[in-house]
């Protein structure tokens, strides 16, 4: 509606601005914000078409950017048997769920579970290519680690894969054999990479998956999302024609790759003549993205040094320097933001090695390359960011989930996971994300465990790296828009940004923060249109 005015006065308006300014009223022209400041001087711009709206106290701040998500694969997880669920405890209770998924399955389609974690079962296994057997000779059977760096599957579905005992072991990755030599259903990264594209899914299944994401994720708030791939070209065809059609309410910051293959579409995209920025401020070419290690919690990171838990261990990795030298240096010189999933502190040596030689030998201004996770960051590695001006994208909400797994796998240097303070200290503008659906997609689980750096047993996990409030939420949103280059645009509530916000039915900064998953949305705006409201 053209012209339309809304005056919103009385709040707790959380502006984000350069001095991080706490103001009381804002004023929205169509879809943009017009004005800030206190009640007074905004309803002095009321006129007879405005619509004012009296806060009565509650946070209104900018809509999160959760700058490294799955939403496709978290809608798919939706449409799956649920790992997560508070009745699975066991792999019996799951084989049950996974019986009863497959007698209401036509024969021949696939029977999927996501987010297992063996670590949560009360047997602490996998579940093994015999039991699966066992629920169908006649389905796929397909369960998905919740790292989604790991799956078991049956038998059926090796044979769609064209996978037997004799096959070999792709690059990075493993086909687990037992003591006989016979398959046990185990998929370890690459391995586990070429599953996933076999256990493909439909146009349909994708138009619903993203359905049910984004409007899970504006519920909680959620205006914009980088969104981290995982299906390749098909998926990133969806994603722009699901955001055209309104199917998507988030804005989309597209990134470039696929859980499989990855070198292969970064290749091809440099070589198509497109880069960073192709769009509008719905839907936009992000950066070409790599695979360089493992999962935090499988545990399969690239480390210098091996794990606490293993001293023979160093996780995996999937390229060569020489070899992310020649996908990533071309790319950043033809225009690209480039990035890459790396975790260890050996991956992100390795991304920055590149970035470092792209820089030197094409010099290009504000290029903002980014680190996917960059998981254990020492201060060596925090100091070349600065140097190079990279982008980190951390996960604190994976302390929550997993943080008592990584302080038995790597000891002393989760002092340096996910290192918030440190950036914050260093100047470096790091942006949180959650990378749903490995863990919880609501904001608030990650900034309520940047704020206190524990896990879901109560153990700190680098307490040394703890944020305040104010802090967490800048890196959810003006960060976020910050690693898409759209900062002038989103992330903050200013004068002439989109009117990305959301209201909570509270006070945030005057509550205490233990309550902060308490606090509910009660309406989450994109473009000066109320895209949800709670009921």
Known sequence: MLGRKLLFINGEVISVNNNNEIKEAVAVLDNKIIKTGRTEDILQLKDADSEVFDLNGCTLMPGFIDPHLHITMFGTN???????????????????KLRERAENTPKGE????????????????????????????????????????????????YELANVDKDTPDPDGGEYERGENGELTGLLIENAHMNMFSVASFTEEEMEQAHRISSQKFIEKGITSIH?????????????????????????????????NGSEKIVRHMVG???????????????????????????????????????????????????????????AHQKGWQITAHAQGDAAIDMLLNTIEKANQLYPRPDVRHRIEHAG??????????????????????????FGDGYIENYGERTAHMYPLKEYLDKDIPAAIASDTPITDFSPMRGIHTAIKRKSQSGQPVGKNQRISLLEAIRMYTINGAYASFEEQLKGSIESGKLAD????DRSLINGDTNDLFEAQVEWTMVDGEFVYKKK
């Open 501 to 504: 916000m959301v209201l909570f």
């Open 272 to 330: 198509s003549g497109i880069f960073t920025g192709l769009g509008d401020n719905k839907f936009k070419i992000g950066p070409v993205k790599l695979f360089l290690d493992g999962s935090s919690s499988g545990p399969t990171i690239w480390t210098r040094e091996p794990y606490t838990s293993d001293s023979n261990n160093f996780g995996v990795h999937y390229f060569e320097q020489d070899e992310v030298d020649e996908l990533l240096i071309p």
């Open 110 to 157: 696939w029977v999927r579970a996501s987010g297992f974690n063996e670590q949560q079962m009360q047997d602490k296994r996998f579940p093994t290519k015999e039991e699966l057997d066992n629920i169908s000779s006649e389905h796929p059977i397909f369960i998905g680690r919740t790292c989604n760096h790991m799956s078991v599957v049956n038998s059926f579905a």
């Open 78 to 96: 939706q449409l799956s048997v649920s790992c997560k669920d508070d009745n699975i405890t066991s792999i019996d209770d799951l084989l049950q």
């Open 227 to 259: 969104e981290a791939t995982g299906y390749g070209f098909e998926n990133l065809h969806a994603l722009q024609d699901h955001s055209n059609r309104g199917i998507i309410h988030q804005r989309v910051y597209a990134m470039i790759g696929a859980l």
């Open 376 to 401: 254990i960051a020492t201060p060596d590695l925090i100091e070349r960011m600065k140097e190079q001006k990279v982008v980190p994208i951390p996960n604190p909400a994976f302390h929550y989930e």
